[in-house]
């Protein structure tokens, strides 16, 4: 098993910044990818970034690409999430998550970025972004 704890969230104007954080702790040798999601109220979930936890490659969904960055330290079993330039349509509970992802679902961009393929989930932090 492994454990995802978020923080980081909170309010902010149009055009400001925050960075989450997601602590993993556990079993987290069992995974190769973490990732961050989003879901809006009366929205469906949607994926963010995600980024190779051995290689470091990172993946964008297209309406925050330029804006949000994904990394990791190693170290501290720590992914970030430093979110720029931020939009009201931003606002939505993030949610961080982790998983074992195949080669096959690796070398597909839109499947790094599905919810499905995350086995491990954090509570979410809210992030709201008032204009």
């Known amino acids: 098993q492994v454990q995802l704890v978020e923080s980081g969230g909170g309010s902010v104007q149009a055009g400001g910044s925050l960075r989450l954080s997601c602590a993993a702790s556990?079993?987290?040798?069992?995974?190769?990818?973490m990732a961050w999601f989003r879901q809006a109220p009366g929205k469906e979930r949607e994926g963010v970034a995600a980024?190779?936890?051995?290689?470091?490659?990172?993946y964008y969904a297209d309406s925050v690409k330029g804006r949000f960055t994904i990394s990791q330290d190693n170290a501290k079993n720590t992914v970030y999430l430093q979110m720029n330039s931020l939009k009201p349509e931003d606002t939505a509970m993030y949610y961080c998550?982790?998983?074992?992802?195949?080669?096959?679902?690796?070398?597909?961009?839109?499947?790094?970025?599905?919810?499905?393929?995350?086995?491990?989930w954090g509570q979410g932090t809210q992030v709201t972004v008032s204009s």
């Open positions: 998550a982790s998983g074992w992802l195949s080669t096959v679902v690796a070398g597909s961009s839109p499947r790094i970025l599905d919810e499905y393929e995350y086995s491990y």
């Open positions: 556990g079993a987290t040798y069992g995974t190769n990818y």
């Open positions: 980024i190779s936890t051995g290689g470091g490659s990172t």
